[in-house]
């Protein structure tokens, strides 16, 4: 995960020679990296900029889906509400990930900003008749939408694990290696707090807090600051993981 926060549209001014759009620095990961030239400039006339601070509710579970949105900086968490109270995050969304690919009339999910996040915002309207219009924007979302699911399937991988230095130590590895780098992260930033990565793990904080330990005790991480994890040794975190370390990379540079 980069550390470093993505220009956006918003934050400099259209130039005659070049549209905002095609200025965006995560444009080749996100779902305009389909189009160009006037094609992207009719992505960009049913575009608008939405910036929401830390913890700032994008969309709420149940609530009407109108719009879409393309994520330019920043981090996202989806989370589901348990009947008693508790919450189970799914996942998080990282620049150039888009969000609302499995949703049809409501959103399945709440959605907050877990940092500063700035995103483009599209009426769901206007970008199906857009993929209507540009077949190659619609095989744009289909393949983001078989990422999604490679995903889900990664999540379901972290949870399936009995021990929670397992699934602690997946998640570590997973962030590293995520397919939307551009490289291997190490040290690895993790802009989300324990709260959330417990949520996510499905485990206590004193627990994952304890996990953490555990994995510097054994020499396989070393903690720069609360935020910042410098893994020592791949193979031996992914032994404990029960991962398969060149699958994993190869998966993630694919």
Known sequence: MSSALPCHPAEKPKRETCSICADCCVRHLAVCAALDGDELDALEAIMSSKQLGANEMLVEEGQ??????????GMLRLYT???????????FLFPGGYLGLADDEVHSQTVEAVVPS?????????????ME???????????MTKFALRQAHDNQMILGRLAPVEKLASFLLLLANRPQAETTSNPVHLAMNRTDIADYLGLTIETV????????????????DANTVEITSYRSLAAVAGLDITHLMSTANA
């Not at 009407?64 to 900086?73: G, H």
């Not at 509400?81 to 996942?91: F, W």
């Not at 807090?209 to 720069?224: V, Y």
Request: glycine share 4%; charged share 30%.
């Open 118 to 130: 700035v995103l483009c915002s599209f009426s769901d309207r206007e970008m199906n008749a857009l």
């Open 64 to 73: 009407e889906k109108t719009r879409v949105y393309s994520l330019t900086s």
């Open 209 to 224: 807090s304890r996990s953490f330990t555990k994995l510097k005790t054994q020499g396989l991480i070393r903690l720069i």
């Open 133 to 143: 219009r540009y077949p190659q924007l619609k095989e744009r979302l289909y393949e």
């Open 81 to 91: 509400s348990l009947p008693d109270g508790r919450r189970q995050i799914s996942g």
